[in-house]
């Protein structure tokens, strides 16, 4: 059984840098994705990676200041996030699936952790 645990999120200033964990267990071989979810506003893809950590892709909203990692030894994902802006202020959450490729869409993942609050002052 996968079990997904985030943690990480906090209040930081417009800027600034955060970096989200997600402890997951059962995941070794799993795909792995982070998505968002603002007040109002449907869940929004982030980011994903590969079971191998070769194959990565990023939203646009976040390509060049957001940095998907994960280490296998740790059974952790990683989000560095850079140059945060107060729009990227949500609820983030990690996912996993079965799976050798990158996946987009939150139907496509099995598994979900809890969230973890994310908000940027201005």
């Known amino acids: 059984q996968v079990q997904l645990v985030e943690s990480g999120g906090g209040l930081v200033q417009a800027g600034g840098s955060l970096r989200l964990s997600c402890a997951a267990s059962?995941?070794?071989?799993?795909?792995m994705g982070w998505f968002r979810q603002a007040p109002g506003k449907e869940r929004e893809y982030v980011a994903s990676i590969n079971w191998s950590g070769r194959s990565i892709n990023y939203a646009d909203s976040v390509k060049g200041r957001f940095n998907i990692s994960r280490d296998g030894a740790k059974n952790t994902l990683y989000l560095q996030m850079n140059s945060l802006k107060p729009e990227d202020t949500a609820v983030y959450y990690c996912?996993?699936?079965?799976?050798?490729?990158?996946?987009?869409?939150?139907?496509?993942?099995?598994?979900w952790g809890q969230g973890t609050q994310v908000t940027v002052s201005s």
């Open positions: 059962g995941a070794t071989y799993y795909a």
């Open positions: 996912a996993a699936r079965m799976g050798g490729s990158t996946y987009y869409e939150a139907l496509q993942y099995s598994y």
